[in-house]
């Protein structure tokens, strides 16, 4: 199994001072779900619902408080760092924040691996063509590209490594609609492929219906509902669904 998460708990703390006795606040509460390998899963929720925190809880950026999160059959906790980066890659929504401003595009690229290797330039060029980007990017700044050109090259660097998972958090988020539909093509063409399992975060019911085979829907930190597409879009008595179905559609 892919991901196998039992009874997930994550507490946030407020800052406690002389005045103030510190506040506990469960951002997770007992999430519990398991995802084969080769299915696109969504998450989706409204702003603050927990996505961010259960996606950098999988990527293991992030301590939680109880529960067991196994990824590949194997305990989170058991990973080391080279094996956790091997294995789950996340980007995120603001591609102006994920590159160094002082490297160029190659020397980022190249710090994904963990010592030089032989072929190193290949995959380079072989993951850039897969977001249809050539190899004279590699002495540019990342001052000298766009917003969705960005996205596109942290979407490249995610999988120099062919993590087993990539999350994507929000990756449209700050895109202009061009620029999104070139990325969801782009994880359309990395779906055909099968190497890696996308875990696609958003709060936009209709690109997740797109991508996804299976959406899972949170609020304040817990499971609404888990489930394949087609019954998340047959279900009219949900009421926090059919607000993401509203929302979705007054934005656009
Ligand atoms: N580091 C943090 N410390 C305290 N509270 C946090 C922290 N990060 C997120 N939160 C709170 O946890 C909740 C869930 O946040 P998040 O996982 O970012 O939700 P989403 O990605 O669905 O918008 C929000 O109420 C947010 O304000
Ligand atoms: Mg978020």
Redesign the pocket.
């Known amino acids: 199994m892919l991901i196998n998460i039992k009874h997930l708990n994550k507490i ?1 703390k ?1 800052n406690s001072s002389f005045f103030k006795r510190e506040k506990k ?1 469960n ?1 997770l509460n007992d999430i519990t779900f398991s995802l084969n390998d080769n299915v696109v899963l969504s998450i989706i ?1 409204e ?8 996606a950098k809880i999988i990527s293991a950026l992030i301590p939680f408080d109880s529960g067991t999160v196994e990824i590949d059959n194997k305990n989170i906790l058991s990973f080391t760092r080279q094996d956790l980066s091997n294995t789950v890659q996340m980007i995120f929504q603001n591609p102006y924040a994920s590159f160094n401003p002082k490297l160029t595009i190659g020397n980022s690229l190249s710090q994904a691996f963990d010592h030089h290797i032989k072929y190193e330039q290949d995959i380079i060029k072989e993951k850039l063509a897969l977001v249809g980007l050539e190899k004279n990017i590699l002495d540019k700044y990342p001052h000298q590209f766009s917003g969705g050109q960005r996205q596109r090259i942290a979407i490249a660097r995610a999988l120099l490594k062919n993590p087993k998972i990539l999350i994507a958090d929000e990756p449209f988020a700050s895109l202009d609609v061009i620029s999104q539909s070139v990325i969801m093509d782009i994880f359309m063409k990395i779906k055909e492929e099968k190497k890696t399992n996308i875990i696609f ?1 958003t709060h936009d019911i209709a690109s997740a219906m797109e991508l996804s085979d299976k959406i899972l829907i ?1 609020k304040d ?1 817990n499971i609404v509902k888990y489930d394949i597409n087609e019954n998340i879009k047959k279900d009219r008595t949900d009421e926090y669904i059919n607000e993401l179905i509203t929302a979705t559609y007054l934005m656009e």
Not at 47 to 54: A, D, F, N, Q, R
């Open positions: 946030y407020t606040f951002v929720g702003s603050g619902s927990g996505k961010t925190t259960l975060i949170l930190g």
